[in-house]
């Protein structure tokens, strides 16, 4: 079987194709010869780079079927397209459809169409970044185009599918999770009798992760695993859902001494320690140093949070008490502000994590002070393609920011620099031509920043210096007909 993907450029034919060849790994590519050059980071392994002579060779051979120029470029398919139990996926113009047909009548074929132009715009020039404007308007013409041959040739394609915003935000709504899972489908000695060696062959350091609710399990755990050569444990104390069996144990301080001592009592191991964002992060995450953790990592789920399902009147997670850990993209904030105050606080390095999906999270991350990131959710919902495109995504960084010389460079870039803001807050002016002293500021004020002092005649209005935190407050509520304090930001 062939499975032809068909639709104009940047309307995510790639992406599609990328997911298919990650979930199902029997899928094997067609392979196209080009005279196009090779692109700097091109990871494609379905084209074959040749001059120009050479790819005229091929065609005079009869080697290459659905030979076509695209953008100045040629073009040829390298296999048969003839019907074989094989499948084979490959992306296929629609000038080239009717010819494939012809060749093999059972191609399933899908077309990606769109009547937002905006969106192929934005996809093209933010998400894309590969094109000059000019060539983006050129490929806007060709596809609108492209899309008409598409719709024309309708009856040829097994399905045509419309790419809109509304599509777009519905993928969107999937980068976060509730869940509420309580085990694993893999049995610990699976990691232990394979997958520690697997990674291990890969030349990768390899960090077990183990639950610290149960000391004994768990210093049982690490004996298992110590003789194998771990390069660390990390040791998770609590989730948002295990609090329901275990209590709050992510603010136990004296639960978090036990863990560490009996740990230490059977491994030389580095320990990392995991946890979630709470009001007492930071003293548990400095109890955590003091007591020998080696890093934290944070957060784990943040929660726990709920979601109910509306036509039952239940609660969607099947959990006693229906709560669940909240993990993704609606989390990343509060796991970077987390981070940020860890790595003000600790001289240990911080694991970031929490709601990662791009390489400007990564970026984000190691500039609030992590020397390392971890990801969950977005591989698990998107598949391990997410750490290619970040992997690349973070090379073009490099080679566009070209003061910083590698990752270590941004590991707390942004602490001064938030130090600064809070420090060198700028206070409100008071015009005090137009202030009246009616003291409606005051009230507003928070911080016991703006004092009223007592004239004959008119009040003043100060601004106590060290207790303004610059949240402007006090300029939305002066009258507009006062309109007599103004930001100085
Ligand atoms: C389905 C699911 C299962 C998880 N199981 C564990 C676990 O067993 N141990 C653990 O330390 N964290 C577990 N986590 C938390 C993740 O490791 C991670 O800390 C958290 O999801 C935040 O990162 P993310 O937004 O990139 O997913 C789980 C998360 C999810 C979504
Ligand atoms: S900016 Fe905020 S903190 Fe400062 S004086 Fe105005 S209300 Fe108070
Ligand atoms: S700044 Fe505005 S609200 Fe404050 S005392 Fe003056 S007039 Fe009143």
């Given at each position: 079987?062939?499975?032809?993907?068909?639709?104009?450029?940047?309307?995510?034919?790639?992406?599609?194709?990328?997911?298919?060849?990650?979930?199902?790994?029997?899928?094997e590519?067609?392979i196209?010869l080009t005279?196009?050059?090779?692109?700097?980071?091109?990871?494609?392994?379905?084209?074959?780079?040749?001059?120009?002579?050479?790819?005229?060779?091929?065609?005079?051979?009869?080697?290459?079927?659905?030979?076509?120029k695209?953008?100045?470029?040629?073009?040829?398919?390298?296999?048969?397209?003839?019907?074989?139990?094989?499948?084979?996926?490959?992306?296929?113009?629609?000038?080239?459809?009717?010819?494939?047909?012809?060749?093999?009548?059972?191609?399933?074929a899908?077309?990606?169409?769109?009547?937002?132009?905006?969106?192929l715009h934005?996809?093209?020039?933010?998400?894309?970044?590969?094109?000059?404007?000019?060539?983006?308007?050129?490929?806007?013409?060709?596809?609108?185009?492209?899309?008409?041959?598409?719709?024309?040739?309708?009856?040829?394609?097994?399905?045509?599918?419309e790419?809109?915003?509304?599509?777009?935000?519905?993928v969107?709504?999937?980068?976060?999770?509730?869940?509420?899972?309580?085990?694993?489908?893999?049995?610990?000695?699976?990691?232990?009798?394979?997958?520690?060696?697997?990674?291990?062959?890969?030349?990768?350091?390899?960090?077990?992760?183990?639950?610290?609710?149960?000391?004994?399990?768990?210093?049982?755990l690490?004996?298992?695993?110590?003789?194998?050569?771990?390069?660390?444990?990390?040791i998770?104390?609590?989730?948002?859902?295990?609090?329901v069996?275990?209590?709050?144990?992510?603010?136990?301080?004296?639960?978090?001494?036990?863990l560490?001592?009996?740990v230490?009592?059977?491994?030389?191991?580095?320990?990392?320690?995991?946890?979630?964002?709470?009001?007492?992060?930071?003293?548990?995450a400095?109890?955590?140093?003091?007591?020998?953790?080696?890093?934290?990592?944070?957060?784990?789920?943040?929660?726990?949070?709920?979601?109910?399902?509306?036509?039952?009147?239940?609660?969607?997670?099947?959990?006693?008490g229906?709560?669940?850990?909240?993990?993704?993209?609606?989390?990343?904030?509060?796991?970077?502000?987390?981070v940020?105050?860890?790595?003000?606080?600790l001289?240990?390095?911080?694991?970031?994590?929490?709601?990662?999906?791009?390489?400007?999270?990564?970026?984000?991350?190691?500039?609030?002070?992590a020397?390392?990131?971890?990801?969950?959710?977005?591989?698990?919902?998107?598949?391990?393609?997410?750490?290619?495109?970040i992997?690349?995504?973070?090379?073009?960084?490099?080679?566009?920011?070209?003061?910083?010389?590698?990752?270590?460079?941004?590991?707390?870039?942004?602490?001064?620099?938030?130090?600064?803001?809070?420090?060198?807050?700028?206070?409100?002016?008071?015009?005090?031509?137009?202030?009246?002293?009616?003291?409606?500021?005051?009230?507003?004020?928070?911080?016991?920043?703006?004092?009223?002092?007592?004239?004959?005649?008119?009040?003043?209005?100060?601004?106590?210096?060290?207790?303004?935190?610059?949240?402007?407050?006090?300029?939305?509520?002066?009258?507009?007909?006062?309109n007599?304090?103004?930001?100085?930001?």
């Amino acid at each position: 079987m062939i499975i032809a993907l068909s639709g104009p450029s940047g309307i995510g034919k790639g992406f599609i194709k990328e997911q298919l060849l990650q979930v199902y790994p029997f899928i094997e590519e067609l392979i196209w010869l080009t005279t196009r050059p090779f692109r700097p980071n091109e990871q494609h392994s379905n084209r074959i780079h040749v001059s120009l002579p050479i790819f005229n060779q091929c065609v005079e051979s009869g080697e290459l079927v659905l030979t076509q120029k695209i953008y100045g470029h040629h073009y040829g398919l390298k296999e048969d397209l003839l019907p074989s139990s094989r499948v084979r996926l490959t992306e296929l113009h629609p000038d080239n459809l009717e010819k494939a047909f012809k060749i093999n009548p059972t191609i399933l074929a899908i077309g990606f169409v769109t009547f937002d132009f905006a969106l192929l715009h934005k996809r093209l020039s933010i998400l894309r970044n590969t094109e000059s404007v000019a060539e983006i308007e050129q490929r806007i013409a060709v596809a609108k185009i492209e899309i008409e041959t598409i719709l024309r040739q309708r009856s040829l394609f097994a399905s045509v599918i419309e790419v809109s915003e509304a599509s777009e935000s519905s993928v969107f709504d999937q980068d976060s999770m509730l869940n509420c899972e309580w085990g694993n489908e893999t049995p610990w000695r699976e990691w232990q009798d394979h997958g520690v060696s697997q990674v291990k062959n890969t030349g990768c350091s390899i960090v077990i992760s183990l639950s610290g609710r149960d000391l004994d399990s768990c210093c049982n755990l690490i004996r298992s695993f110590d003789k194998l050569g771990i390069d660390a444990y990390e040791i998770n104390i609590f989730c948002s859902h295990s609090g329901v069996l275990h209590g709050n144990l992510n603010v136990d301080a004296f639960h978090l001494q036990q863990l560490m001592k009996k740990v230490h009592g059977v491994t030389t191991t580095p320990i990392w320690i995991k946890l979630s964002y709470s009001n007492l992060l930071v003293q548990m995450a400095r109890e955590a140093e003091n007591l020998g953790a080696d890093a934290i990592v944070c957060t784990n789920s943040i929660g726990p949070g709920m979601l109910i399902d509306t036509k039952t009147a239940k609660p969607k997670l099947g959990i006693k008490g229906g709560g669940g850990g909240v993990t993704g993209r609606a989390i990343f904030p509060i796991a970077l502000w987390c981070v940020h105050q860890l790595s003000q606080a600790l001289t240990i390095p911080i694991v970031g994590c929490g709601g990662i999906s791009t390489a400007d999270h990564v970026i984000q991350m190691l500039m609030a002070g992590a020397s390392a990131v971890q990801l969950y959710t977005a591989p698990a919902l998107k598949g391990p393609v997410v750490f290619k495109r970040i992997t690349n995504s973070l090379q073009n960084f490099f080679a566009k920011q070209t003061e910083y010389a590698s990752v270590t460079d941004l590991i707390g870039l942004i602490a001064n620099k938030a130090r600064e803001h809070v420090f060198s807050s700028p206070l409100p002016v008071v015009i005090e031509e137009k202030c009246t002293g009616c003291g409606v500021c005051t009230y507003a004020c928070a911080f016991d920043a703006l004092e009223l002092i007592h004239r004959p005649g008119k009040n003043a209005l100060a601004v106590i210096t060290d207790n303004c935190n610059s949240c402007n407050a006090c300029v939305g509520v002066c009258p507009p007909k006062f309109n007599a304090i103004e930001e100085s930001f």
